[in-house]
């Protein structure tokens, strides 16, 4: 989950987007809101909201982490205001071909994922961090004490991290496990323990 703590003082540091850290859906305009009294407001950005429609101008108020109004907020008032003018104001991007599984262990920040307003990584294109049947003590900086999706992503989250994550699984790591990289058919019996690495995996 991302923290709106992480956004620069200074909009300079992102390149001509301004990073939301979304919890909730950036829609139509709207002059929702409630008491009209945020912990950040963005001040007159150009909206783009990941629907496929033209970008608008419009003010986001946030509360408690999550995006509560989209419109004209001009009488509204928050903690802190953030001036948007000229630049565009979207949801997060998703990278669909990324290695950041080692890294994300040993640096949960993630800034240069973040600043270039990725907010959802997704891992797992060749080999995948699981299923494994053995691995070395260390890669790297990061101590490897995991076979599973679900104690790696354990790992992940007790170290925290800035982003949001997800996983394929790798045919080749289930290869691998099962037979190795031998040039041959594999045989019925490991077949069937593929079948259940990969449904286990999922």
């Known amino acids: 989950m991302n923290d709106l703590r992480t956004l620069p003082t200074s909009l300079a540091a992102l390149p001509a987007l301004l990073l939301l850290t979304i919890l909730g859906a ?9 008491d009209g009294a945020f912990d950040v407001l963005i001040r007159g950005g150009r909206v783009v ?20 109004a989209v419109g004209r907020l001009e009488v509204a008032s928050a903690e802190r205001v ?3 003018e000229g630049l565009i104001v979207a949801p997060g991007f998703i990278d ?15 800034q240069s994922k973040v600043r270039e307003v990725v907010t ?7 080999s995948t961090v699981a299923p494994r049947d053995s691995l070395p003590p260390r890669l790297g900086d990061v101590v490897v004490d995991w076979t599973t999706f679900t104690e790696y992503f354990r790992r992940l989250e007790e170290g925290g991290i800035s982003m949001n994550v997800i996983s394929q699984v790798s045919a ?11 040039s041959r058919p594999a045989t019925d019996e490991e077949l069937e323990r593929m079948r259940e690495l990969t449904a286990c995996s999922m």
Not at 49 to 68: K, L
Not at 96 to 110: E, I, K, N, Q, Y
């Open 82 to 84: 953030v001036d948007a």
């Open 96 to 110: 669909l071909h990324t290695h950041s599984d080692m890294p994300l262990l040993a640096d949960g920040d993630a």
């Open 120 to 126: 959802l990584d997704v891992i797992g294109e060749s």
């Open 172 to 182: 080749m790591q289930v290869q691998d496990i099962v037979k190795g990289y031998e």
């Open 49 to 68: 909201d990941g629907t496929g429609n033209p970008w608008f101008r419009a003010d986001v108020g946030i509360r408690d982490d999550q995006i509560v």
């Open 26 to 34: 950036c829609g139509a305009p709207s002059d929702g809101g409630g």
